[in-house]
């Protein structure tokens, strides 16, 4: 729904994003043949999402918009997707291009967002925000098409999210303090 719902994109045009939620945004990006720029926090996530089918993977960080012009050959960006929050949204509107959308759907820094004043005046960037308790949304059939199209990627091998550890119920608090420290973390029940 991200990547459908809110700027009419074409297979060959170029979304970028952040979060932890990468993988996932690449893999449908693929099916539609969009291509992606990822945003990272850490250089070691990279590969994996280099590995996952990321068209461009970047640190986000100082001269972020130039870094993207030059990694995609100065494409049109028309729609950015922000799970992040605080400084990471100021970097993703500052990519876009002039008239672009960034929707936001997180914000897992737990800061507020950022936005330039010369992106939303100068560059008409526009800012929305995506729920998916949103009424619009909780009745469509369009989630029960995307939760389908999701359990088919992750059937043939295409949308995998790696685990870094499993942990009992009883030690959630070490479970909280890795998944804070990167990386997907799941209790074991049993």
């Known amino acids: 729904l991200l990547l459908s719902e809110y700027v009419k994109l074409s297979p060959g045009d170029w979304v970028i994003h952040n979060s932890g939620v990468g993988r996932s945004v690449i893999a449908f990006a693929k099916v539609r043949g969009l291509r992606t720029v990822s945003l990272v926090r850490r250089p070691e996530l990279i590969d994996g999402l280099v590995a ?13 918009s130039a870094r993207v012009a030059q990694a995609t050959g100065n494409a049109k960006i028309a729609l950015a997707l922000d799970g992040v929050g605080g400084e990471a949204m100021r970097s993703l509107s500052s990519a876009l291009s002039p008239g672009g959308t960034l929707v936001v759907y997180s914000a897992v820094s737990g800061k ?5 004043a010369v992106d939303l005046v100068f560059r008409n960037v526009t800012i929305r925000g995506f729920w998916i308790g949103n009424p619009a949304f909780r009745t469509s059939p369009k989630v029960l098409e995307a939760m389908k199209m999701g359990a088919r990627l992750i059937a043939e091998g295409k949308l995998h999210l790696p685990v870094s550890a499993t942990y009992p119920l009883v030690a959630a608090k070490e479970a909280f303090a890795h998944a804070q420290r990167g ?3 799941l209790f074991k029940l049993s």
């Open 112 to 116: 507020p967002g950022l936005a330039s």
């Open 183 to 185: 990386g997907k973390v």
């Open 52 to 64: 996952a089918g990321g068209d461009v993977v970047l640190v986000d960080g100082a001269e972020l």
